[in-house]
Every structure is written in structure tokens, then in C-alpha cells.
């Protein structure tokens, strides 16, 4: 049974800690931190499974770090603030978060919509694994590639990017991790061919879960409905 990891992003000590006994009494992995920076690494280094996100932080405040993390994953938010104006709201649910609690909040409402909110996002993966099933199909012998049982014309590095990828589900890979994977150790170049190969991947396969994971790489997501033959 998986177990999930809830990040909760809130400046506010009492709060944080007062979420993270409740949410670990519930079963859940828990990181509490203080800023939408610290934040930011976490995503890179050991993304959770959900965001319990405070608006008003020091530095980058919750709505840019929900802009961020919309550009390259679908990972629940759930913001919680002290504003309760329902400008503050829309705007919250416009930028992609999943739900919106206005504080101060009972801790075992937040748990129910926590869970309600990883439930959904369980349904929503397992419709995406389903319909991945016959998204992305290898042949490694002939080095073929299938979408939805039609042949796909890929260039040789193309083809070893979707190998690495499918071969570890839902690992993120840096770009130099990339390069030195399928350029090889000596390759002296710009890490930017990396990005121009994910770019032609992408449109020639525009259906995969080829992520990007912001500031670090790519990973290929819900693999368990990928194939290899």
C-alpha cells in the first residue's frame, strides 16, 4: 500500500506543526517548511504527493509557487489563507490548486479534504495509466515506436531517451544525467540539446506524460500503463 508524502509550505510554526501530527497520525509522510524556496527544492530533490500551501509567504508567495508548479505536474494543492475574499479564491482555483481553506481551520477538516483530494488524484492517475496502456509501445529489438498502435518515426537518441525513461518509472533525470546517458561522458556540449530533443519527443508524441520537472529535468509519468516488447 502506498504510503503518501504531504509537503506543508506555511511560515507559520504553530501551523505547521499542528498539520503535520494530524496528517502523520492519519497514516501520511510529512515535510513542513517555511518558504515557496525551500519549496522549489523539494519538488526538484523528493516531490510529495500533495501541497498543503500557505498564500501569503515571505519571498515568492503561494500563487507564483502554484503558477510554478502547474507549468510541469498535476500534484494536488490544496491552499490554505487567512484571506477568505472570494476574489482570493478564484484566483487561487484559476492558477490550478485543487482546493481552498480559509484560516484559521479545523485540522481534521483539512485531513477529510486531503484525503478526498488524494483519492481523486488516485482516480484521475489510474484513468491516465489505463489510457497510457496503449499510448507509448517499444520494440527494442526492431527499435520501433507505437502510439495508440501506429508507428512513430523517431531518430536514434529520441528512441534511447523513451528506453531510459520508460525503464524507470516516474524517476526524474537531470539534464547532465541525460547527457552523460545518452550523449556519453565525453560529450562537451550544451545541455540545452537535451531540451531540443524532449521538444521533438513531445511533438511527435504529444499523448506520453513526458514532465518537466522545473529547474532540474524530465521524467516520463503513470508508467505503469507503458509497454515494452
Known amino acids: 500500500m502506498k504510503i503518501y508524502h504531504i509537503a506543508i509550505v506555511d511560515d507559520d510554526i504553530n501551523i505547521r506543526q499542528i498539520v503535520e501530527a494530524y496528517l502523520q497520525k492519519e497514516g501520511y509522510v510529512t515535510t513542513a517548511i517555511e518558504s515557496a524556496e525551500e519549496a522549489i527544492t523539494l519538488e526538484q530533490e523528493n516531490p510529495p504527493d500533495l501541497w498543503v500551501l500557505d498564500i501569503m509567504l515571505p519571498g515568492m508567495n503561494g500563487y507564483e509557487f502554484c503558477r510554478r508548479i502547474r507549468a510541469g505536474s498535476e500534484t494536488p494543492i490544496i491552499m490554505v489563507s ?40 488516485k482516480q484521475m492517475k489510474s484513468h491516465a495509466e489505463q489510457t497510457a496502456i496503449s499510448a507509448l509501445v517499444l520494440d527494442k529489438e526492431k527499435r520501433l515506436v507505437y502510439s495508440f498502435g501506429e508507428e512513430v518515426e523517431v531518430t536514434s537518441k529520441e528512441f534511447q531517451v523513451l528506453s531510459l525513461l520508460s525503464e524507470h518509472p516516474n524517476r526524474a533525470f537531470s539534464r547532465d544525467e541525460l547527457l552523460s546517458l545518452i550523449w556519453g561522458f565525453d560529450y562537451f556540449g550544451s545541455d540545452r540539446v537535451v531540451d531540443d530533443l524532449i521538444r521533438r519527443i513531445r511533438k511527435k508524441l504529444d499523448k506520453i506524460p513526458l514532465e518537466t520537472v522545473w529547474g532540474f529535468g524530465y521524467r516520463l509519468r503513470t508508467l505503469e500503463g507503458t509497454k515494452d516488447e
Open 82 to 121: 487567512a484571506r477568505d475574499e472570494e476574489v482570493d479564491k478564484i484566483l487561487g482555483l484559476e492558477l490550478g490548486s485543487d482546493d481552498y481553506l480559509t484560516k484559521p481551520f479545523s485540522p481534521r477538516e483539512l485531513v477529510a479534504r486531503v484525503n478526498r483530494a488524494l483519492q481523486r488524484w
